[in-house]
């Protein structure tokens, strides 16, 4: 029942997560995107990348520009352990289209989980769960080969990187489903996983995520 305070700069806001001041300080996502992996496009068509090199999802839905403010907010979550930013998220992940059938988040592989304590795309899921009343497969996908962390490697070895990182422990025939994480970057990840959900038979995947890098 005590004033929420502000999660970027602290001060009071009353029942608000973030105070109007630093709210209007957020990078929205751009409104003219490629549909398919939430790039700037003119007019909001699918990119040229998207049409020659197509993805394994779908969709994708970003919130945010990965940039400052939101940025810190998301490194914080990820690496503060400041939980009540993973509920801030999720309050702007706004769904289109067909409601899908379920929430996978972006899983861990067990050491990593185990050195964080948690897994900042469960936190999200959990809260665009409940916001959306989509249930969320929290053991249907597991990491099954420890990777190395994308942020320090090229564009190009981020795909060879995550090939067969992860496996589908159910069948998702004709399922509408959508993958959760906080920070799209390459999309390497997102896609290789998408790709063993289709082979899993899903008929439709998309990606919800928080923030999205517009220059990698």
Request: hydrophobic share 40%; charged share 25%.
């Amino acid at each position: 029942m005590l004033p929420q305070r502000c999660l970027l700069c602290g001060m009071a806001c009353g029942s608000r997560w973030i105070c109007v001041g630093c709210e209007e300080d957020l990078p929205r996502h751009p409104h003219a995107h490629c549909p398919v992996c939430a790039l700037p496009t003119p007019l909001g068509e699918t990119c040229g990348e998207c049409l020659k090199h197509p993805q394994h999802f779908d969709a994708t839905h970003a919130a945010f520009a990965y940039a400052f403010p939101a940025d810190a907010l998301l490194r914080a979550l990820k690496y503060q352990s400041r939980l009540a930013i993973a509920e801030w998220a999720a309050l702007h992940i706004e769904l289109s289209g067909t409601r899908p059938d379920y929430l996978i988040p972006m899983p861990l592989h067990v050491n990593r989980l185990k050195t964080r304590g948690f897994n900042q795309a469960m936190e999200i899921a959990r809260a665009l769960s409940r916001r959306y009343s989509i249930p969320l497969l929290h053991e249907a996908v597991e990491r099954v080969r420890e990777t190395e962390p994308q942020a320090g490697l090229p564009r190009a070895e981020r795909t060879r990187n995550m090939r067969n990182a992860f496996a589908c422990r159910e069948g998702f025939s004709g399922k509408h489903v959508a993958i959760v994480d906080d920070v799209m970057t390459s999309g390497a990840s997102l896609n290789e996983l998408a790709r063993m959900l289709k082979k899993a038979g899903a008929m439709r995947v998309e990606c919800l995520v928080a923030a999205r890098t517009l220059r990698d």
